[in-house]
Protein backbone atom coordinates (compact mmCIF):
# COMPACT_ATOMS: atom_id res chain seq x y z
CA UNK A 1 0.00 0.00 0.00
CA UNK A 2 1.18 3.70 -0.69
CA UNK A 3 -0.01 7.01 1.64
CA UNK A 4 0.87 10.30 0.23
CA UNK A 5 -0.24 13.47 1.68
CA UNK A 6 -3.48 14.07 -0.19
CA UNK A 7 -4.50 10.61 2.02
CA UNK A 8 -4.98 9.24 -0.69
CA UNK A 9 -3.78 4.83 -0.08
CA UNK A 10 -3.83 2.53 -2.97
CA UNK A 11 -4.27 -0.98 -2.01
CA UNK A 12 -3.47 -4.62 -3.23
CA UNK A 13 -4.58 -6.46 -0.56
CA UNK A 14 -6.99 -7.89 -2.29
CA UNK A 15 -8.44 -8.14 -5.86
CA UNK A 16 -12.01 -7.35 -6.52
CA UNK A 17 -13.98 -8.55 -9.35
CA UNK A 18 -15.44 -5.81 -11.34
CA UNK A 19 -18.18 -5.61 -14.08
CA UNK A 20 -18.90 -3.34 -17.13
CA UNK A 21 -18.20 -2.42 -20.06
CA UNK A 22 -15.01 -0.94 -21.54
CA UNK A 23 -15.43 2.92 -22.02
CA UNK A 24 -11.47 3.43 -23.14
CA UNK A 25 -12.61 4.29 -26.93
CA UNK A 26 -15.54 6.48 -26.49
CA UNK A 27 -15.11 10.28 -24.93
CA UNK A 28 -16.59 9.94 -21.53
CA UNK A 29 -16.89 13.89 -21.57
CA UNK A 30 -19.20 14.32 -23.87
CA UNK A 31 -22.62 16.32 -23.15
CA UNK A 32 -21.82 15.56 -19.02
CA UNK A 33 -22.49 18.50 -16.73
CA UNK A 34 -19.94 21.15 -15.93
CA UNK A 35 -18.58 23.98 -14.62
CA UNK A 36 -16.89 27.16 -14.74
CA UNK A 37 -14.68 29.12 -11.64
CA UNK A 38 -16.76 32.62 -13.36
CA UNK A 39 -17.38 33.05 -16.60
CA UNK A 40 -16.34 36.03 -19.42
CA UNK A 41 -19.12 38.32 -19.91
CA UNK A 42 -19.18 39.98 -23.60
CA UNK A 43 -21.46 42.80 -22.33
CA UNK A 44 -19.57 43.83 -19.40
CA UNK A 45 -16.11 43.50 -20.61
CA UNK A 46 -17.16 44.68 -24.10
CA UNK A 47 -20.26 46.34 -23.92
CA UNK A 48 -21.44 43.74 -26.79
CA UNK A 49 -24.61 41.86 -26.89
CA UNK A 50 -24.19 40.11 -30.41
CA UNK A 51 -22.47 36.94 -30.15
CA UNK A 52 -22.75 34.07 -27.80
CA UNK A 53 -19.87 33.21 -25.92
CA UNK A 54 -18.65 31.27 -22.83
CA UNK A 55 -20.51 29.11 -21.18
CA UNK A 56 -18.52 25.94 -19.79
CA UNK A 57 -20.77 23.52 -21.76
CA UNK A 58 -19.04 24.68 -24.85
CA UNK A 59 -15.99 22.51 -24.01
CA UNK A 60 -17.83 19.00 -24.08
CA UNK A 61 -20.19 20.03 -26.85
CA UNK A 62 -17.70 17.93 -29.63
CA UNK A 63 -16.86 21.21 -31.71
CA UNK A 64 -13.26 21.89 -31.40
CA UNK A 65 -13.51 25.14 -33.17
CA UNK A 66 -13.58 28.80 -31.44
CA UNK A 67 -15.43 31.33 -33.94
CA UNK A 68 -18.50 30.45 -36.28
CA UNK A 69 -18.82 32.93 -39.16
CA UNK A 70 -21.55 34.54 -37.46
CA UNK A 71 -19.27 35.77 -34.81
CA UNK A 72 -20.14 33.29 -32.10
CA UNK A 73 -17.23 32.03 -29.74
CA UNK A 74 -18.07 28.38 -28.65
CA UNK A 75 -15.48 28.05 -26.24
CA UNK A 76 -15.58 27.74 -22.15
CA UNK A 77 -14.43 31.42 -20.94
CA UNK A 78 -13.78 31.72 -17.90
CA UNK A 79 -13.73 35.76 -16.34
CA UNK A 80 -10.48 36.73 -14.69
CA UNK A 81 -10.68 37.81 -11.65
CA UNK A 82 -8.34 39.20 -8.06
CA UNK A 83 -7.51 36.51 -5.72
CA UNK A 84 -9.54 33.47 -7.78
CA UNK A 85 -7.72 30.63 -10.08
CA UNK A 86 -9.36 30.04 -12.90
CA UNK A 87 -10.52 26.45 -13.53
CA UNK A 88 -13.17 24.49 -15.26
CA UNK A 89 -13.79 20.92 -14.30
CA UNK A 90 -16.59 18.29 -15.57
CA UNK A 91 -18.87 15.56 -13.82
CA UNK A 92 -18.25 12.44 -15.49
CA UNK A 93 -21.46 11.35 -13.30
CA UNK A 94 -20.00 7.94 -12.41
CA UNK A 95 -16.52 6.98 -11.13
CA UNK A 96 -14.09 5.88 -13.65
CA UNK A 97 -10.10 4.75 -14.67
CA UNK A 98 -8.89 7.64 -16.45
CA UNK A 99 -6.61 6.85 -18.90
CA UNK A 100 -6.21 10.43 -21.30
CA UNK A 101 -7.36 13.51 -21.63
CA UNK A 102 -7.58 15.53 -24.47
CA UNK A 103 -7.68 19.44 -24.36
CA UNK A 104 -8.16 21.65 -27.02
CA UNK A 105 -7.63 25.63 -27.41
CA UNK A 106 -7.78 28.42 -29.14
CA UNK A 107 -7.18 28.37 -32.49
CA UNK A 108 -7.84 31.97 -33.93
CA UNK A 109 -4.93 33.69 -31.34
CA UNK A 110 -4.53 33.89 -27.70
CA UNK A 111 -2.59 30.82 -27.09
CA UNK A 112 -1.30 32.08 -23.19
CA UNK A 113 -4.89 31.70 -22.39
CA UNK A 114 -4.58 27.90 -22.16
CA UNK A 115 -1.84 27.62 -20.26
CA UNK A 116 0.21 27.66 -16.72
CA UNK A 117 -2.74 24.85 -15.64
CA UNK A 118 -2.94 21.67 -13.87
CA UNK A 119 -4.79 18.98 -15.37
CA UNK A 120 -6.90 17.25 -11.79
CA UNK A 121 -8.82 13.91 -11.20
CA UNK A 122 -10.80 14.20 -8.34
CA UNK A 123 -12.55 10.95 -6.67
CA UNK A 124 -14.96 12.95 -4.31
CA UNK A 125 -15.19 11.89 -0.53
CA UNK A 126 -18.74 10.04 0.36
CA UNK A 127 -20.25 13.45 1.62
CA UNK A 128 -18.71 15.63 -0.87
CA UNK A 129 -21.44 18.65 -2.45
CA UNK A 130 -21.06 18.43 -5.69
CA UNK A 131 -18.99 21.37 -7.26
CA UNK A 132 -18.98 22.48 -3.32
CA UNK A 133 -17.15 19.50 -2.90
CA UNK A 134 -14.62 19.76 -5.31
CA UNK A 135 -11.94 20.80 -3.08
CA UNK A 136 -12.68 17.81 -0.37
CA UNK A 137 -11.85 15.24 -2.87
CA UNK A 138 -9.32 12.83 -3.67
CA UNK A 139 -7.17 14.41 -5.81
CA UNK A 140 -4.56 13.09 -8.63
CA UNK A 141 -2.52 15.84 -10.74
CA UNK A 142 -1.88 14.00 -14.23
CA UNK A 143 -0.20 16.52 -15.76
CA UNK A 144 1.23 20.48 -15.36
CA UNK A 145 1.48 21.98 -18.28
CA UNK A 146 3.42 25.16 -18.10
CA UNK A 147 3.69 26.57 -21.81
CA UNK A 148 0.50 27.94 -23.74
CA UNK A 149 -0.88 25.23 -25.88
CA UNK A 150 -3.24 24.95 -28.83
CA UNK A 151 -3.99 21.51 -27.96
CA UNK A 152 -2.58 19.21 -25.41
CA UNK A 153 -2.92 15.02 -25.14
CA UNK A 154 -2.33 14.36 -21.28
CA UNK A 155 -2.08 10.70 -20.33
CA UNK A 156 -2.46 9.63 -16.42
CA UNK A 157 -0.65 7.46 -14.14
CA UNK A 158 -1.70 3.67 -13.97
CA UNK A 159 -5.34 2.63 -11.94
CA UNK A 160 -6.10 6.74 -11.64
CA UNK A 161 -9.56 6.87 -10.30
CA UNK A 162 -12.08 9.28 -10.33
CA UNK A 163 -15.49 11.10 -11.41
CA UNK A 164 -14.69 14.72 -11.86
CA UNK A 165 -11.62 16.37 -14.51
CA UNK A 166 -10.11 19.97 -13.09
CA UNK A 167 -8.20 22.07 -15.39
CA UNK A 168 -7.16 24.49 -12.81
CA UNK A 169 -4.84 27.52 -13.63
CA UNK A 170 -1.59 28.33 -11.24
CA UNK A 171 -2.58 31.91 -11.98
CA UNK A 172 -6.01 34.31 -12.14
CA UNK A 173 -5.84 35.14 -16.19
CA UNK A 174 -8.20 33.93 -18.04
CA UNK A 175 -8.55 29.72 -18.92
CA UNK A 176 -10.22 29.45 -22.49
CA UNK A 177 -11.08 25.43 -23.52
CA UNK A 178 -12.64 24.78 -26.49
CA UNK A 179 -13.13 21.28 -25.98
CA UNK A 180 -12.09 18.36 -23.40
CA UNK A 181 -12.04 14.88 -24.53
CA UNK A 182 -11.74 11.97 -21.69
CA UNK A 183 -10.86 8.73 -22.58
CA UNK A 184 -11.39 5.58 -19.76
CA UNK A 185 -13.42 2.73 -18.55
CA UNK A 186 -16.18 2.45 -15.84
CA UNK A 187 -15.77 0.66 -12.54
CA UNK A 188 -18.40 -0.56 -9.87
CA UNK A 189 -21.09 -1.46 -13.22
CA UNK A 190 -22.92 -4.42 -11.63
CA UNK A 191 -25.66 -4.35 -14.72
CA UNK A 192 -23.67 -3.82 -18.00
CA UNK A 193 -22.36 -7.35 -18.73
CA UNK A 194 -21.47 -10.21 -17.16
CA UNK A 195 -17.79 -10.52 -18.13
CA UNK A 196 -15.55 -10.19 -15.27
CA UNK A 197 -12.34 -8.63 -14.93
CA UNK A 198 -10.21 -7.25 -12.08
CA UNK A 199 -9.08 -4.33 -10.56
CA UNK A 200 -7.20 -2.48 -7.67
CA UNK A 201 -9.09 -1.86 -4.58
CA UNK A 202 -8.71 1.95 -3.83
CA UNK A 203 -9.10 3.94 -0.75
CA UNK A 204 -9.78 7.82 -0.41
CA UNK A 205 -9.45 9.33 2.71
CA UNK A 206 -9.76 12.46 5.20
CA UNK A 207 -7.16 13.29 7.74
CA UNK A 208 -8.84 14.82 11.00
CA UNK A 209 -12.45 13.16 10.55
CA UNK A 210 -14.39 10.35 11.65
CA UNK A 211 -17.18 8.34 10.14
CA UNK A 212 -20.29 8.21 11.52
CA UNK A 213 -21.32 4.69 10.30
CA UNK A 214 -22.18 1.19 11.04
CA UNK A 215 -19.63 -0.54 13.04
CA UNK A 216 -18.71 -4.37 11.63
CA UNK A 217 -15.61 -4.90 13.93
CA UNK A 218 -12.92 -2.93 16.52
CA UNK A 219 -9.43 -3.68 16.42
CA UNK A 220 -6.14 -2.45 17.65
CA UNK A 221 -4.05 -1.77 14.75
CA UNK A 222 -0.07 -0.37 14.20
CA UNK A 223 -1.10 2.52 12.18
CA UNK A 224 -3.90 3.75 9.70
CA UNK A 225 -2.53 1.40 6.30
CA UNK A 226 -2.80 -1.58 8.34
CA UNK A 227 -6.39 -0.35 9.31
CA UNK A 228 -7.10 0.12 6.01
CA UNK A 229 -5.44 -2.70 4.26
CA UNK A 230 -7.75 -5.12 6.87
CA UNK A 231 -11.13 -3.26 5.73
CA UNK A 232 -10.14 -4.12 2.37
CA UNK A 233 -9.75 -7.86 2.93
CA UNK A 234 -13.48 -7.45 4.05
CA UNK A 235 -16.24 -7.76 1.62
CA UNK A 236 -18.80 -5.32 3.81
CA UNK A 237 -16.17 -2.96 4.99
CA UNK A 238 -16.50 0.55 3.10
CA UNK A 239 -15.13 2.42 5.65
CA UNK A 240 -11.36 2.00 7.75
CA UNK A 241 -11.34 4.82 10.83
CA UNK A 242 -8.36 5.26 12.80
CA UNK A 243 -7.53 6.83 15.52
CA UNK A 244 -3.83 7.74 16.44
CA UNK A 245 -4.12 8.04 19.90
CA UNK A 246 -5.42 4.74 21.01
CA UNK A 247 -4.58 2.72 17.64
CA UNK A 248 -7.94 1.56 17.28
CA UNK A 249 -9.25 0.61 14.18
CA UNK A 250 -12.97 0.72 13.67
CA UNK A 251 -14.16 -1.12 10.67
CA UNK A 252 -17.47 0.37 9.26
CA UNK A 253 -20.26 -0.36 6.83
CA UNK A 254 -21.63 1.61 3.68
CA UNK A 255 -22.36 5.01 3.25
CA UNK A 256 -25.70 5.69 2.40
CA UNK A 257 -26.43 8.78 -0.14
CA UNK A 258 -24.48 10.73 2.32
CA UNK A 259 -27.08 11.24 4.70
CA UNK A 260 -27.18 8.59 6.96
CA UNK A 261 -23.88 8.27 7.37
CA UNK A 262 -20.87 10.74 7.41
CA UNK A 263 -17.63 12.65 7.92
CA UNK A 264 -17.38 14.15 11.28
CA UNK A 265 -14.37 16.22 12.90
CA UNK A 266 -12.45 14.92 14.91
CA UNK A 267 -8.30 15.74 14.92
CA UNK A 268 -7.08 12.40 16.23
CA UNK A 269 -8.81 10.27 13.39
CA UNK A 270 -8.11 9.70 10.13
CA UNK A 271 -11.15 8.45 7.83
CA UNK A 272 -10.50 6.04 4.88
CA UNK A 273 -13.65 5.22 2.47
CA UNK A 274 -13.04 2.05 0.01
CA UNK A 275 -14.29 2.95 -3.19
Same mark, same amino acid.
Given at each position: =???????????????? =????????????????????????????????????????? @?? &????????????? @?????????????????????? &?????????????????????????? &????????????????????????????????????????????????????? #???????????????????????????? #????????? #???????? /? &?????????????????? /??????????????????????????????????????
Amino acid at each position: =MQNDDSGCVTGYARNV =MKYGVPFADANIALKKPTKLSSIFDPEIKQGRTDYICCNSS @FA &VDGDKSSLLANGD @FLCAHSDSLANQQSWWAVDLQN &VYVINDVDIFGRTDCCTYQLANFDVE &VILPTCTYNHWNGLEEGCKINCHYQSTESQRITVTCPPNTKGRFIRIKRRDTA #YLVICDVEVYGNLINNLHESGVASTDTT #YACGKIGYG #YVGPVIVT /S &VAKSNIQCTSTCITKTAC /SAAEYDKNTNVCTLKAECFNGTQSSLYQDNDKRVFLIQ
